[in-house]
């Protein structure tokens, strides 16, 4: 599902520009793409058809949004949002209904539902506080019963529930947020390097790299633990501000491997190690890591340190 968003926002682009035809294009490939998904799961036939069928109405979403754009001759932030949220929804619906399959309790949850943002296109900020509230109203109950949530990432809403988007890469941030307002005991992302295709779709994934490791190093040398500080100036590997809901309760944030999930990646915390020695973490050392209490200086200090995230 790599190249889904972009095809999503190329479409959106080809809309503003009343190139319907692309439009129709995309949401064929991306309607083939995913029945092959679907069908390759071998899913009860009952489960295949109400997925199925869901997903043609989602499609008709889209081309429906893709008229609004072009009759309005511009795609704007809250037409982006919407039509670049879908493939999100999407690949997590088909991973809910996969789940239930193996016989593991998922329920689909639309992030829109649970994460509270400001009304930014594009880069909207989470609100904690909302976040939490509307958390514990939705997912807790779910999680009491045994039901694993499967919830889409790089997705919110605002108060009045329109859909907004927090950046590429957002999905990072929604796992950090709903960890934070859940007091999670850790947050774990599996990430892996892949190789995309000539037509943008995904060729093959490459193994051995774990974690975060220095730049020019060998998949060997991942860095086993760095501080919260150390990893917001990373570039690529994670959104830019997913480390900022974690900091102040010192939840700490594990980087895997999507393909050895089993290996321990690089832990990120409000430590420094003295010595370490792999695989077990050693009694570390607290490091002075100071973070704005309040919500107007958090995102103060991420504005200035990071601009614009787009």
């Given at each position: 599902?790599m190249?889904v968003t972009?095809?999503?926002?190329?479409?959106?682009?080809?809309?503003?520009?009343?190139?319907?035809?692309?439009v129709?294009?995309?949401?064929?490939?991306?309607?083939?793409l995913h029945h092959?998904?679907?069908?390759?799961l071998?899913?009860?036939?009952?489960?295949?058809?109400?997925?199925m069928?869901?997903?043609?109405?989602?499609?008709?979403?889209l081309?429906a949004?893709?008229?609004?754009v072009?009759?309005?001759g511009l795609?704007?932030?809250?037409?982006?949002?919407?039509?670049?949220?879908?493939?999100?929804?999407?690949?997590?619906?088909?991973?809910?209904k996969?789940l239930r399959?193996?016989?593991?309790?998922?329920a689909?949850?639309?992030?829109s539902?649970?994460l509270?943002t400001?009304?930014?296109a594009?880069?909207?900020?989470?609100d904690?506080e909302?976040?939490k509230?509307?958390?514990?109203e939705?997912?807790?109950?779910?999680?009491q019963e045994?039901?694993?949530?499967?919830?889409?990432?790089?997705?919110?809403?605002?108060?009045?529930k329109?859909?907004?988007t927090?950046g590429?890469?957002?999905?990072?941030l929604?796992?950090?947020?709903i960890?934070?307002?859940l007091?999670?005991?850790?947050v774990t992302?599996?990430?892996?390097e892949?190789?995309a295709?000539?037509?943008?779709?995904?060729?093959?994934?490459?193994p051995?790299?774990?974690?975060?490791i220095?730049?020019g190093s060998?998949?060997n040398?991942?860095?086993?633990?760095?501080?919260?500080?150390?990893?917001?100036?990373l570039?690529?590997v994670?959104?830019?501000s997913?480390?900022?809901p974690?900091?102040e309760?010192?939840i700490?944030?594990?980087?895997?491997n999507t393909?050895?999930?089993?290996?321990?990646?690089?832990?990120?915390a409000?430590k420094?190690?003295?010595?370490?020695?792999?695989?077990?973490l050693?009694?570390?050392?607290p490091?002075?890591?100071r973070?704005?209490?309040?919500k107007a200086?958090?995102?103060?200090?991420?504005?200035?340190r990071?601009?614009?995230i787009?």
């Amino acid at each position: 599902m790599m190249s889904v968003t972009n095809r999503l926002i190329s479409a959106s682009e080809a809309a503003a520009r009343g190139d319907m035809k692309q439009v129709t294009t995309t949401k064929n490939f991306l309607f083939d793409l995913h029945h092959k998904t679907v069908k390759g799961l071998n899913l009860d036939p009952v489960e295949h058809m109400d997925l199925m069928g869901w997903l043609e109405l989602s499609m008709g979403d889209l081309t429906a949004s893709c008229e609004r754009v072009a009759e309005l001759g511009l795609c704007t932030g809250q037409h982006s949002d919407f039509i670049s949220s879908l493939g999100e929804r999407w690949s997590t619906a088909i991973m809910a209904k996969y789940l239930r399959k193996l016989d593991v309790p998922a329920a689909y949850v639309l992030a829109s539902e649970i994460l509270v943002t400001d009304s930014v296109a594009g880069g909207a900020t989470p609100d904690l506080e909302l976040t939490k509230q509307a958390t514990m109203e939705r997912l807790v109950p779910l999680l009491q019963e045994g039901i694993l949530p499967c919830i889409t990432g790089f997705i919110g809403a605002d108060q009045s529930k329109t859909i907004t988007t927090l950046g590429r890469g957002g999905s990072d941030l929604s796992a950090s947020v709903i960890g934070s307002v859940l007091e999670a005991d850790e947050v774990t992302m599996y990430k892996v390097e892949s190789v995309a295709a000539e037509d943008g779709t995904l060729a093959s994934w490459k193994p051995g790299w774990i974690g975060i490791i220095p730049k020019g190093s060998t998949p060997n040398e991942t860095i086993p633990l760095m501080s919260y500080v150390e990893a917001t100036q990373l570039k690529k590997v994670l959104h830019p501000s997913t480390c900022y809901p974690l900091m102040e309760k010192e939840i700490p944030l594990r980087v895997g491997n999507t393909l050895d999930f089993l290996h321990p990646g690089t832990l990120i915390a409000n430590k420094t190690p003295k010595v370490y020695e792999w695989p077990t973490l050693p009694s570390a050392a607290p490091v002075d890591v100071r973070w704005a209490r309040s919500k107007a200086a958090a995102r103060a200090f991420s504005t200035r340190r990071f601009g614009s995230i787009t």
